[in-house]
T-cell receptor, first 113, second 110 residues
């Protein structure tokens, strides 16, 4: 247990659905991250928030919309996804930034039909 | 395009042997280097980090960094079947962006 929780753990959605992934960290960290992990590919950094401000946006399609209401919570809102968006979505946090060790949540396994 | 390269494996070693996992990176300005272990169906967990050239030992694990060659490795001594997992190399060149390799699958045979 790393102190980072994610819900739901599994999600199946149609291309027209809207859903949200939730991440919560209990570590007192100031930075939070969303990653996408597809089979046999490197983790892809999607978004980074530091002290509730978005500091990285890696050319992610607009059908993914992040939200960070406070330093402990991070959401990823999903709408009109494509089948190729099926992947493991990992949330992570770090104390601050810049070379800090990241602690990962268990991930949400997403399947888009 | 900053890259981190790893051999995908699988790397198969007998129990008790030394497993050697290698990683190269393209950004010469990289400062921090991490090794994460990821069991099947689980999320990555940190094993070691290294910032300076040379070796860093922690129990059965040794990380080795050579910035001139842009090379970082992880040695696992006395490998156990429970070490069977995918090992991810990660590199940070400053800021919030850490680049991950695709991982090397390690299989330790009992």
């Amino acid at each position: 247990e790393t102190g980072v929780t994610q819900t739901p753990r599994h999600l199946v959605m149609g291309m027209t659905n809207k859903k949200s992934l939730k991440c919560e960290q209990h570590l007192g960290h100031n930075a939070m991250y969303w990653y996408k992990q597809s089979a046999k590919k490197p983790l892809e950094l999607m978004f980074v928030y530091s002290l509730e401000e978005r500091v990285e946006n890696n050319s992610v399609p607009s059908r993914f919309s992040p939200e960070c209401p406070n330093s402990s919570h991070l959401f990823l809102h999903l709408h009109t996804l494509q089948p190729e968006d099926s992947a493991l979505y990992l949330c992570a946090s770090s104390l601050n930034s810049e070379s800090e060790t990241q602690y990962f949540g268990p991930g949400t396994r997403l399947l888009v039909l | 395009q900053k890259e981190v390269e790893q051999n995908s494996g699988p790397l198969s070693v007998p129990e008790g042997a030394i497993a050697s996992l290698n990683c190269t990176y393209s950004d010469r300005g990289s400062q921090s280097f991490f090794w994460y272990r990821q069991y099947s169906g689980k999320s990555p967990e940190l094993i070691m980090f290294i910032y300076s050239n040379g070796d860093k030992e922690d129990g059965r694990f040794t990380a080795q960094l050579n910035k001139a060659s842009q090379y970082v490795s992880l040695l696992i001594r006395d490998s156990q079947p429970s070490d069977s997992a995918t090992y991810l190399c990660a590199v940070n060149a400053g800021g919030f962006k850490t680049i991950f390799g695709a991982g090397t699958r390690l299989f330790v045979k009992a």
